[in-house]
């Protein structure tokens, strides 16, 4: 979908710089093509932000305006040999990262940008080694290369120009995936590129519905809209709330998540309703409390460990989709039971049936529950730029097949009863509200009301009145006693009381919508605000930087922005005098102080991106004496190759034809018979030297597994030019296993329990492995 508009954009004149280790079809459409080795994003980022800073080609306004660069780091701060201080026990102490502050609490600030200690000076000292001949000896790419690309992007530091990054599993799945991205944050920062038309740094999502179920808080670590899930310390709401407001020392900071007790009350009431009451903290007591990593990783190695006596796998497949997917079928073995909700019975449903295993000496119980596809039930979806599209019930679902709803439904419906007999803690379950209807099939609409949230009495607001079971018409309303809820607060005003918004389909004139936002068109959290961070666009008296594509502008004769929806109503910082408005407020208004950060104190491994290798490296880091990030989440360490036994690089991408872990498209004959099998990409020099031609089958092992697939090779890989060493990778497809109408080898037998030392995300796109031919074979 997004490619449309790329091609929309090139036409007009605009220019496509693909990065990646293989010829894709985007790269053949590009204006600038580099290859780079999987693993070294940071490397070649690096070079682009050493680039910029060289050259002054920064927008200068901007980075001052809207980022921490003037910010004075603590002088105890260090960087040596590839660490940023010391690490003890698999942590840094970031203490030693925070900034200097005066008496008042406020960050000192150097506006010269002159100051060692500014952050605008320690980022320049960090990256002035990432030059383009190191970063080439890393990652493979060429020298002319990485100028090309650099001066092609850096010249969009000018206002006039943007530029936007979109990427996608090949930046995240990596121990270092949070700095990958971050290092595209550090470079867009210092080009002024982020809240601008045409700006910022997209995820380009692998399923409808990515960012509607982070939203909802399918992660572990949150609850809906983002909120921190409350840990076994937090002994109230009270002592949970001073976790999430950060302190704030400057008062043109908004700091947004000091509105966190009107979230998290409105959430509560929205959950247990009459039950949630200011005496009882509104019902804090009920919410689950996180004493762990539960993320996929740790939860598969508390189940091998035989800690987990049941999994319900709702449209999901492990047993495909999990790293080293031998462990996570030999983890499933020691369920008691496990329920699997899906269109087609899975590899994850059928794990007894996977290669190797004895289905009699398995005891799990497993339950196959038939679910509905999307088309065949009413609800929404939120496309990675936040936009919530109502979708409808198109055709009824085959057979026994119900919604997610129905299935949850009947579920918590049970649970009560058996709860209503007693148990260890029974009023979460037994007083948790659930009225979405009496029909056979629950009203999804219900369900988007609550999302959106009720005022639960009279109340009023800014003069303005709202009677006991109106809908709240945005988030500006909620309040902290009880009176408001809302079952997701980035949702609230979605549905109001004047419809259904995320049904709209309104689509705007080009003459009275040049940037195309479409703001009648669905809805979009928060507050149907097509471009985040939009009031970074202006300067710091509101002006646009770009007018000739202005997103949103200051009105000092209203006392308004125009334009999109502004991130809040407050002015901008500066009078047009110039003097400081103290009403006014800074533009990143969810982060405490109310800039962007070019320097990240809070992550796990380093205020900057600083480039590591994968667990598994052909090569010594050129960049620092230290191999790998010392902070990754690290399991089962005997299980890591080396380069000696295993010499290739391999990362796993997607086809066209199939969806992530397959149990859709592998059953689905047309899509089946488009590729049949999987295939590992191999070029044309590694072919002459393992004797490999395409149809021949390969064996690829890694210290994990071992895996047959047929070969197929192609110029859309070459070898990587390594210094003076030549390292040679490999592209597998890994969305198959043994269950449907396409079976064959899953690529993720090959990969490694390894994570991202913030999100704890799998390195699946760089691992080591070795390739042998198995048997010749006709044409694949």
């Known amino acids: 979908?997004?490619?449309?508009?790329?091609?929309?954009?090139?036409?007009?004149?605009?220019?496509?710089?693909?990065?990646?280790?293989?010829?894709?079809?985007?790269?053949?459409?590009?204006?600038?093509?580099?290859?780079?080795?999987?693993?070294?994003?940071?490397?070649?980022?690096?070079?682009?932000?050493?680039?910029?800073?060289?050259?002054?080609?920064?927008?200068?306004?901007?980075?001052?305006?809207?980022?921490?660069?003037?910010y004075l780091v603590n002088p105890n701060y260090t960087f040596e040999a590839g660490l940023f201080g010391q690490v003890n026990d698999g942590k840094y102490d970031n203490s030693l990262w925070a900034y200097q502050k005066d008496e008042s609490g406020k960050v000192i600030t150097d506006p010269t940008l002159q100051n060692p200690l500014s952050v605008f000076q320690l980022l320049k000292k960090h990256y002035e080694r990432y030059d383009f001949e190191k970063v080439s000896g890393i990652t493979g790419t060429p020298v002319e290369k990485l100028e090309e690309v650099a001066s092609t992007i850096c010249a969009t530091h000018k206002p006039e120009k943007s530029a936007t990054i979109l990427y996608a599993m090949g930046t995240t799945q990596h121990t270092y995936g949070t700095q990958n991205v971050r290092s595209y944050a550090v470079l867009q920062l210092l080009l002024g590129n982020i809240g601008v038309a045409g700006g910022g740094i997209n995820a380009l999502r692998g399923e409808s519905n990515v960012q509607g179920s982070t939203d909802h808080a399918l992660l572990f670590h949150i609850v809906p809209g983002y909120l921190k899930s409350p840990e076994a310390t937090d002994a109230n709401l009270e002592a949970y709330l001073k976790t999430v407001v950060p302190p704030n020392g400057d008062k043109q900071s908004q700091n947004w998540w000091a509105n966190a007790p009107k979230y998290m009350t409105s959430l509560m009431k929205?959950?247990?309703?009459?039950?949630?009451?200011?005496?009882?903290?509104?019902?804090?007591?009920?919410?689950?409390?996180?004493?762990?990593?539960?993320?996929?990783?740790?939860?598969?190695?508390?189940?091998?460990?035989?800690?987990?006596?049941?999994?319900?796998?709702?449209?999901?497949?492990?047993?495909?989709?999990?790293?080293?997917?031998?462990?996570?079928?030999?983890?499933?073995?020691?369920?008691?039971?496990?329920?699997?909700v899906d269109?087609?019975?899975?590899?994850?449903?059928?794990?007894?049936?996977?290669?190797?295993?004895?289905?009699?000496?398995?005891?799990?119980?497993?339950?196959?529950?038939?679910?509905?596809?999307?088309?065949?039930?009413?609800?929404?979806?939120s496309n990675s730029g936040r936009w919530v599209q109502w979708r409808y019930h198109a055709v009824d679902a085959p057979g026994a097949a119900k919604s997610d709803l129905w299935i949850l439904t009947r579920l918590q419906a049970e649970l009560k009863r058996l709860y209503a007999n007693g148990g260890a803690f029974p009023d979460p379950i037994v007083n948790l509200t659930w009225n979405y209807g009496d029909g056979e099939e629950p009203d999804?609409?219900?369900?988007?009301?609550?999302?959106?949230?009720?005022?639960?009495?009279?109340?009023?607001?800014?003069?303005?009145?709202?009677?006991?079971?109106?809908?709240?018409?945005?988030?500006?309303?909620?309040?902290?006693?009880?009176?408001?809820?809302?079952?997701?607060?980035?949702?609230?005003?979605?549905?109001?009381?004047?419809?259904?918004?995320?049904?709209?389909?309104?689509?705007?004139?080009?003459?009275?919508?040049?940037?195309?936002?479409?703001?009648?068109?669905?809805?979009?959290?928060?507050?149907?605000?097509?471009?985040?961070?939009?009031?970074?666009?202006?300067?710091?008296?509101?002006?646009?930087?770009?007018?000739?594509?202005?997103?949103?502008?200051?009105?000092?004769?209203?006392?308004?922005?125009?334009?999109?929806?502004?991130?809040?109503?407050?002015?901008?910082?500066?009078?047009?005098?110039?003097?400081?408005?103290?009403?006014?407020?800074?533009?990143?208004?969810?982060?405490?102080?109310?800039?962007?950060?070019?320097?990240?104190?809070?992550?796990?491994?380093?205020?900057?991106?600083?480039?590591?290798?994968?667990?598994?490296?052909?090569?010594?880091?050129?960049?620092?004496?230290?191999?790998?990030?010392?902070?990754?989440?690290?399991?089962?360490?005997?299980?890591?190759g080396t380069v000696e036994e295993f010499p290739i690089v391999a990362t796993t991408y997607r086809v066209t034809e199939h969806w992530q872990a397959g149990a859709m498209t592998r059953n689905v004959p047309w899509l089946a018979e488009l590729v049949?099998?999987?295939?590992?990409?191999?070029?044309?020099?590694?072919?002459?030297?393992?004797?490999?031609?395409?149809?021949?089958?390969?064996?690829?092992?890694?210290?994990?597994?071992?895996?047959?697939?047929?070969?197929?090779?192609?110029?859309?890989l070459k070898p990587f030019k390594l210094k003076e060493k030549e390292v040679h990778q490999v592209?597998?497809?890994?969305?198959?296993?043994?269950?449907?109408?396409?079976?064959?080898?899953s690529a993720n037998v090959l990969t490694a329990h390894v994570g991202d030392a913030n999100t704890t995300i799998p390195e699946y796109k760089a691992f080591l492995c070795d390739i042998t031919l198995a048997s010749k074979g006709g044409a694949a």
């Not at 790269?27 to 690096?46: E, H, K, N, W």
């Not at 007894?352 to 119980?365: H, L, V």
């Not at 072919?687 to 395409?694: P, Q, S, V």
Request: glycine share 8%; aromatic share 10%.
């Open 444 to 640: 999804p609409h219900l369900v988007a009301k609550e999302i959106n949230g009720y005022f639960l009495a009279d109340v009023t607001i800014k003069d303005k009145s709202f009677k006991k079971g109106d809908l709240v018409p945005g988030f500006a309303n909620l309040q902290a006693d009880g009176t408001t809820s809302c079952g997701n607060w980035i949702y609230c005003g979605s549905y109001t009381n004047d419809g259904n918004l995320t049904a709209r389909r309104e689509r705007s004139k080009p003459e009275d919508d040049p940037l195309g936002l479409h703001s009648k068109w669905a809805w979009c959290w928060p507050v149907n605000r097509r471009i985040l961070y939009n009031r970074a666009s202006c300067d710091a008296m509101g002006r646009p930087y770009a007018p000739h594509k202005k997103v949103i502008e200051w009105d000092a004769a209203s006392k308004k922005w125009l334009g999109d929806i502004p991130d809040g109503p407050w002015p901008p910082p500066l009078n047009a005098d110039g003097s400081a408005n103290p009403e006014g407020r800074h533009s990143f208004i969810m982060i405490a102080d109310g800039r962007a950060s070019l320097f990240a104190p809070k992550l796990a491994d380093g205020p900057f991106p600083e480039h590591y290798e994968p667990v598994e490296s052909p090569v010594a880091n050129e960049m620092s004496k230290q191999q790998i990030s010392p902070v990754i989440k690290l399991w089962r360490p005997d299980e890591f």
């Open 1 to 70: 979908m997004s490619f449309k508009y790329i091609k929309e954009a090139q036409a007009k004149g605009a220019k496509l710089v693909t990065i990646d280790p293989r010829i894709t079809k985007t790269a053949a459409q590009s204006d600038v093509y580099a290859p780079l080795r999987s693993g070294t994003d940071i490397a070649f980022m690096g070079s682009m932000i050493n680039y910029a800073l060289t050259n002054d080609f920064i927008q200068k306004d901007y980075v001052l305006t809207h980022t921490n660069a003037s």
């Open 676 to 716: 049949p099998e999987p295939f590992v990409e191999v070029s044309r020099e590694l072919a002459e030297l393992k004797g490999i031609e395409t149809g021949d089958t390969v064996t690829i092992r890694s210290k994990r597994g071992t895996i047959d697939m047929k070969a197929l090779v192609t110029p859309r």
């Open 731 to 745: 592209g597998l497809i890994w969305h198959f296993g043994y269950r449907g109408l396409a079976t064959g080898a």
């Open 343 to 381: 269109l087609f019975e899975t590899d994850t449903s059928a794990f007894w049936q996977a290669p190797g295993f004895n289905p009699s000496e398995i005891q799990t119980e497993v339950f196959l529950l038939p679910a509905a596809s999307s088309v065949e039930k009413e609800g929404s979806v």
């Open 270 to 340: 929205a959950w247990w309703g009459d039950k949630a009451t200011k005496e009882n903290d509104f019902a804090f007591s009920y919410m689950p409390r996180r004493g762990g990593n539960y993320s996929h990783i740790a939860l598969f190695e508390a189940m091998a460990a035989g800690k987990l006596k049941g999994l319900i796998a709702f449209g999901q497949n492990p047993a495909v989709g999990g790293p080293n997917s031998n462990v996570e079928r030999e983890a499933l073995k020691n369920l008691e039971w496990m329920v699997a």
